[in-house]
């Protein structure tokens, strides 16, 4: 009957059949995977935060406080500002919120003395429809909604900012056991630098998130004080709260809590308005080339251009948390090409 035939494994039938079989279980995978994205969104943005708790940790255990006694510290005191905001800061920015919808009305009667406004909205019944936006409710979700909704929808997503929280403390307390048991896993000759490498990458994060921290509450303190000095102090807080959540968001966050607050300023006050842009304009430039650059010098070390690319590309990515993640991201990708590549290129 002849000779046998070699074995089957290599035939077209049996690499196309396998190979079907493993692209069909890495699609079933990947809907997986993106049917969990809300909660693995979740723990990055915890592990996030705690990595940038982490300085104030350490900070604690410099002046001779325990680890464990840094950790009680650092806890309480997270734990203690979270009540404090919830039980003081929301009921002020919800009563504001409800007053700056109250009053959008009126400022849609106002465009209406515009010529140029008359007729776009003879046209395409402009002023008609974003008066039933606001009277529908829908005006304070989106207007204070996408990329602010974080801070502005804490009662709706109070379930998961508790998970974070608890996340956030649980990776804090056991962010060196976690980074002991990742670095073991690389081979015992090469363990030594990748600690070197994977601490140097976590102490940039950190210090990349305690100063935009820094940042975002300096120009939410600086708004505060000129929206009560300019005649503004019916919204400052809501206004103030606003302008730090959105100053945290790289290269974009600051101009859009800008905008923001001149377009309400005009409307309340042309005279109000127009010192509302001179005033974020004076402080734009200050922020961007005095104070971001003392804050964040010691954080990352990346070139301009870097970090305008890293922004989009994340915000483009994952929105907000994409656009804080990019630039620590793009660091340690930066440093790991410098220590690795690099330096393996030019010892050939």
């Not at 070390?301 to 590309?313: H, T």
Request: proline share 3%; with cysteine.
């Amino acid at each position: 009957m002849g000779e046998p035939g070699g074995p089957l494994r290599h035939s077209p039938f049996h690499l196309g059949f396998f190979g079907a079989l493993g692209a069909l279980v890495a699609f079933w995978l990947g809907q997986q995977v993106l049917a969990l994205g809300g909660t693995i969104m979740l723990i990055v943005v915890a592990m996030f935060l705690a990595a940038g708790l982490n300085p104030v940790v350490e900070w604690f255990t410099r002046r001779g406080l325990s680890r464990t006694w840094s950790l009680v510290a650092v806890i309480g005191v997270v734990l203690g500002a979270l009540t404090l905001f919830v039980a003081a800061i929301v009921p002020v920015i919800t009563d504001q919120i409800a007053a700056l919808t109250d009053n959008a009305p009126g400022w849609l009667d106002q465009l209406q003395g515009n010529e140029r406004v008359q007729a776009l909205d003879e046209q395409f019944q402009l002023i008609e429809k974003a008066r039933d936006y606001v009277a529908n409710g829908d005006f304070a979700s989106a207007a204070f909604g996408g990329v602010v909704g974080v801070g502005l929808a804490v009662f709706s997503a109070l379930v998961n900012t508790f998970i974070v929280v608890v996340l956030t403390l649980y990776f804090l307390a056991s962010l060196d056991k976690t980074k002991d048991a990742l670095y073991r896993l690389a081979p015992a000759s090469r363990r030594d630098r990748v600690t070197r490498l994977g601490d140097r990458i976590l102490a940039n994060v950190g210090a990349y998130v305690s100063g935009a921290f820094v940042i975002a509450v300096f120009a939410g303190v600086t708004s505060l004080i000129f929206l009560f000095i300019v005649g503004l102090g019916q919204y400052a807080v809501a206004l103030a709260f606003v302008v730090a959540l959105l100053d945290v968001i790289p290269m974009i966050g600051a101009t859009i809590g800008a905008v923001l607050v001149t377009a309400i300023g005009f409307a309340t006050d042309p005279v109000i308005g127009l010192a509302c842009l001179v005033f974020y304009v004076v402080y734009q430039q200050l922020e961007n080339y005095v104070i971001y650059p003392k804050v964040m010098a010691r954080s990352v070390d990346l070139p301009g251009a870097v970090i305008v690319i890293a922004a989009l590309a994340g915000a483009g990515l994952l929105g907000v948390v994409g656009a804080l993640l990019a630039i620590p991201t793009a660091a340690a990708i930066l440093l790991l090409t410098r220590e690795v590549f690099v330096r393996r290129q030019d010892a050939r």
